[in-house]
């Protein structure tokens, strides 16, 4: 999960490194409330504690694994979804 969220995270520095620079210029996306960037943010320090404690822990705490594993499937959701938002805006569909 750990790979997968990573390399998706990776992902989204593709079109920092086009070589139109102007290309973010054109993306539009309205978030209707504030919950739009506070929950996707704890997720992510969530994410980073967790990785923080499995880590330190060596992968010996099961309840700490699947937590971490379960996180990491909502953050990756939460960034499929607003990559589904953001790309055709960018392809300029």
Avoid at 26 to 47: G, Q, R
Avoid at 62 to 67: A, F, P, Q
């Amino acid at each position: 999960m750990l790979r997968v969220f990573l390399i998706l995270l990776a992902l989204s520095a593709v079109p920092l490194l086009n070589k139109s620079g102007n290309s973010l210029n054109k993306i539009n996306v309205y978030f209707p409330s504030s919950y739009a960037f506070i929950f996707p943010i704890l997720l992510f320090i969530l994410f980073v504690t967790l990785l923080v404690i499995m880590l330190k822990h060596k992968y010996t705490k099961v309840d700490i694994n699947w937590l971490f594993s379960l996180n990491t499937a909502f953050l990756i959701a939460y960034l499929v979804l607003l990559y589904v938002r953001i790309i055709p805006q960018l392809a300029g569909m």
